[in-house]
């Protein structure tokens, strides 16, 4: 059996190592290293494969989170939602602007944002929702639209883990997860569903004048050379990163299958384990599985992360501390009693080797040697 890996990056590379191979090298001999025509190629390839309007491609997921606040024009004491349950991301461009997270409970089958406590969480200060798609399926976007609507709030999806997933509407319109807010934001992380070789990241939009206020602030405020209107960052794709995203673009649909087949796989082989609550999947989104997680119920969690290291069988923990309790994200204002679902997740939740390359082989294993473990 192959050696199984969390994530196998180096599998994936070997099948389109030709083509990666061929455009970095067209690069380096082209000296046209930041900006050059592979960042604008593959910002048209991605606009196509989303359906939206305005890409903005940008230097990693946590920078394209901080450059859409400070697009919105979100100002120091504004309030901004999003969930307990998320890699930490999301809230800390919050905090760095100074506006203030005001971090709610998750559900307990999708982890995603829940719906009741974002409505109590709203006051006359809050100005923005930050929905997160977690593990790779949506959260119930049509519900936090309309809340926005309501109380005329900016919503900022953070589609780092769901990139290439469908959202469907009540009234039957689709649309691509990181494409239904104001704006929506991406990380081309080596890890997640779309990854590059290095660090990477993006900004949706379907609003014009925001994608032009936002691509002069990925590259110091700057509209026209040297003329700097508005404080900006320097946030900026690659052009290496950019030639291998437009190699893998293609091939994200296939990529989320395979996910998705071996995601099948493991929740048929847990089935009648009692112990055990696979991933559910909401009926308005599909899954692209960027972590297979499950909920260990029988107080077995802990004893199983080390068997399975024990067995060659590595597997992560995301995320042992709900945000409310992270030393830099404590406050005074969260209740316990309101975090009920993320306290309760933190000592349950285990994710499994999850890409694009596992076989049936290790499934097998890793299948076996968990319901021989938790019975
Ligand atoms: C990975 C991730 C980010 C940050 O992306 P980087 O490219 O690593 O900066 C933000 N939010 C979520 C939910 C993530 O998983």
């Not at 969390?6 to 599998?11: I, K, S």
């Not at 949506?138 to 469908?166: P, R, T, W, Y």
């Not at 989320?256 to 308005?284: E, G, H, M, Q, W």
């Given at each position: 059996m192959k050696k199984i890996q969390m994530v196998d990056l180096q599998g994936q590379y070997q099948k389109i190592k030709k083509t990666v191979d061929t455009s970095i090298e067209e690069i380096l001999n082209s000296?046209?290293?930041?900006?050059?025509?592979y960042v604008h190629a593959f910002q048209t390839d991605l606009e196509k494969y989303l359906g939206v309007k305005h890409v903005i491609p940008c230097a990693n997921g946590t920078d394209a989170l901080q450059i859409a606040m400070m697009g919105l024009g979100l100002e120091q004491g504004d309030e901004v939602i999003t969930a307990d349950?998320?890699?930490a991301a999301t809230v800390e461009v919050i905090g760095l602007l100074k506006l203030t997270p005001v971090l709610v409970d998750v559900e307990?089958?999708?982890?995603?944002?829940?719906i009741e406590a974002l409505k109590k969480a709203i006051t006359p200060k809050t100005k923005a929702i930050v929905p997160v798609h977690l593990f790779g399926q949506c959260a119930n976007m049509e519900a936090v639209l309309e809340i926005a609507k309501e109380h005329n709030l900016f919503v900022i999806e953070d589609n780092a883990q769901a990139i290439g997933a469908d959202y469907t509407f009540s009234n039957g319109t689709k649309k691509k997860a990181g494409?239904?807010?104001n704006v929506g934001t991406t990380s081309f992380f080596p890890?997640?569903?779309?990854?590059?070789?290095g660090d990477g990241g993006a900004i949706f939009t379907n609003d014009d004048e925001l994608a032009h206020t936002l691509r002069g602030m990925v590259n110091?405020?700057?509209?026209?050379?040297?003329?700097?209107d508005v404080v900006g960052v320097n946030s900026r794709l690659d052009s290496i990163q950019a030639a291998v995203l437009k190699a893998k673009l293609p091939l994200l649909d296939a990529y989320c299958d395979a996910r998705r087949k071996a995601a099948a796989y493991y929740s048929d082989a847990f089935v009648?384990?009692?112990n055990i609550i696979t991933p559910k999947i909401s009926d308005f989104t599909t899954h692209v599985f960027h972590q297979y997680t499950l909920q260990i119920?029988?107080?077995?969690r802990d004893e199983l992360h080390q068997h399975l290291l024990d067995n060659g069988i590595p597997n992560a923990i995301?995320?042992?501390?709900p945000l409310h309790k992270q030393k830099a994200y404590t406050d005074?204002?969260?209740?316990?009693?309101?975090f009920r679902v993320t306290n309760k997740l933190i000592n349950t939740v285990l994710s499994l080797p999850m890409h694009t390359e596992l076989d049936k082989e290790q499934l097998e294993f890793i299948t076996k040697t968990i319901n021989n473990f938790i019975k």
């Amino acid at each position: 059996m192959k050696k199984i890996q969390m994530v196998d990056l180096q599998g994936q590379y070997q099948k389109i190592k030709k083509t990666v191979d061929t455009s970095i090298e067209e690069i380096l001999n082209s000296s046209a290293y930041i900006n050059g025509p592979y960042v604008h190629a593959f910002q048209t390839d991605l606009e196509k494969y989303l359906g939206v309007k305005h890409v903005i491609p940008c230097a990693n997921g946590t920078d394209a989170l901080q450059i859409a606040m400070m697009g919105l024009g979100l100002e120091q004491g504004d309030e901004v939602i999003t969930a307990d349950f998320t890699f930490a991301a999301t809230v800390e461009v919050i905090g760095l602007l100074k506006l203030t997270p005001v971090l709610v409970d998750v559900e307990p089958d999708t982890f995603n944002i829940d719906i009741e406590a974002l409505k109590k969480a709203i006051t006359p200060k809050t100005k923005a929702i930050v929905p997160v798609h977690l593990f790779g399926q949506c959260a119930n976007m049509e519900a936090v639209l309309e809340i926005a609507k309501e109380h005329n709030l900016f919503v900022i999806e953070d589609n780092a883990q769901a990139i290439g997933a469908d959202y469907t509407f009540s009234n039957g319109t689709k649309k691509k997860a990181g494409t239904m807010g104001n704006v929506g934001t991406t990380s081309f992380f080596p890890s997640k569903n779309l990854g590059c070789y290095g660090d990477g990241g993006a900004i949706f939009t379907n609003d014009d004048e925001l994608a032009h206020t936002l691509r002069g602030m990925v590259n110091h405020g700057m509209y026209k050379r040297y003329y700097h209107d508005v404080v900006g960052v320097n946030s900026r794709l690659d052009s290496i990163q950019a030639a291998v995203l437009k190699a893998k673009l293609p091939l994200l649909d296939a990529y989320c299958d395979a996910r998705r087949k071996a995601a099948a796989y493991y929740s048929d082989a847990f089935v009648d384990n009692k112990n055990i609550i696979t991933p559910k999947i909401s009926d308005f989104t599909t899954h692209v599985f960027h972590q297979y997680t499950l909920q260990i119920t029988n107080g077995k969690r802990d004893e199983l992360h080390q068997h399975l290291l024990d067995n060659g069988i590595p597997n992560a923990i995301y995320y042992p501390v709900p945000l409310h309790k992270q030393k830099a994200y404590t406050d005074d204002r969260y209740k316990e009693e309101d975090f009920r679902v993320t306290n309760k997740l933190i000592n349950t939740v285990l994710s499994l080797p999850m890409h694009t390359e596992l076989d049936k082989e290790q499934l097998e294993f890793i299948t076996k040697t968990i319901n021989n473990f938790i019975k």
